[in-house]
């Protein structure tokens, strides 16, 4: 995974024109990242090298599961909630080309200003963004879009606001809407807790849930994802790496306004391959479960080879392959 060509351009760009110590700030921004610390404040050099690639590569594997879960799915307008340097957007649009209006909402006004200086390098949609200066809490009267994505916002929110502010993202949403927050307990307790909001408003579970009943994970268990990217020259010296990949961990929730949830189990830990076959740690139905995929079953394991961490898996009476 790595970032598409033109975002690459505009935040090569931009980091040409601005100065500063990259890797002291971004050993700052990582702090704050962890902690769930406000971004306000944070070095916008040290954002785009440390945190946008990682940002974009999570958003943009929950889009690709959502497009692939709601393929007649084609969205005309957007709002990136909480949009930062309007990351999500770069995801949504390389993903729906036909989107035609985005809107960059963010309560710091150096990132809605980064928003718009990278997106004129972005494909007309973007070029041409609305940005709006505003909470994610109170959303300006009258904002709506058919999708709506707040990528890495409720971290930045006390675990008790969470509820209300995914009731007030849904609200906005026509179509979907996609909640993508850091893969540490943190983050999963702030879905959790809008994920049972969501649902009594009727919200239909899109992924990774694959029911609306309770959630079955609970004590210090936590759902969460990994997507591996790839490091620039820039990103390696800021933090001081060694190795050309970096993996992001991430938790997410996408939910929708009509259709059902999709059939199968969700594949929620890597997968455990061993001589005799793949065994597989699924959420399905309500519950966590084991499946296990013997080698011996030819046809079977030769698809459960092909999945992975984060991926569905189609019902055993299902004949179609992954």
Not at 94 to 106: I, K, N, S
Not at 173 to 183: D, F, K, M, N, Y
Not at 242 to 251: I, K, L, N
Request: with cysteine.
């Amino acid at each position: 995974m790595s970032l598409p060509e033109a975002l690459q351009g505009a935040v090569a760009d931009w980091l040409g024109t601005h100065a500063g110590n990259r890797r002291q700030a971004s050993t700052a921004l990582s702090a704050t990242y962890r902690a769930g610390g406000s971004s306000a404040r944070v070095d916008l050099g040290s954002y785009l090298v440390a945190r946008l690639p990682a940002t974009f590569a999570a958003v943009d594997r929950v889009l690709a599961e959502l497009a692939r879960r709601r393929p007649d799915m084609a969205p005309a307008s957007l709002l990136d909630a909480g949009s930062g340097p309007g990351t999500a957007a770069w995801a949504a649009a390389g993903r729906w080309p036909g989107l035609e209006t985005v809107t960059f909402l963010d309560n710091a006004r150096a990132f809605l200003d980064l928003a718009v200086d990278l997106s004129r390098h972005g494909p007309a949609p973007l070029a041409a963004a609305r940005a709006l200066q505003g909470q994610i809490q109170e959303l300006p009267p009258g904002l709506s879009a058919d999708l709506v994505i707040a990528a890495y916002a409720l971290a930045e929110l006390p675990q008790a606001r969470a509820a209300a502010v995914a009731e007030g993202l849904w609200r906005a949403s026509r179509t979907a809407l996609v909640l993508v927050e850091p893969g540490t307990p943190g983050g999963f307790a702030r879905l959790h807790v809008a994920r049972q909001r969501l649902l009594g408003m009727g919200a239909v579970p899109v992924a990774p849930c694959t029911h609306a009943l309770d959630c079955p994970i609970t004590g210090d268990d936590w759902c969460h994802f990994n997507v591996r990217l790839a490091r620039s020259r820039a990103h390696m010296h800021a933090k001081a790496a060694s190795v050309p990949f970096e993996d992001e961990r991430f938790a997410y929730l996408v939910v929708a306004r009509d259709g059902a949830p999709p059939r199968g189990g969700r594949i929620i830990a890597p997968p455990q391959q061993a001589k005799p076959g793949i065994t597989f740690r699924l959420c399905s139905e309500g519950r966590l479960e084991a499946a296990h995929v013997a080698r011996r079953d030819g046809r079977a394991y030769k698809l459960a080879k092909k999945l992975d961490w984060g991926d569905l898996m189609p019902p055993a009476t299902e004949e179609d392959g992954p």
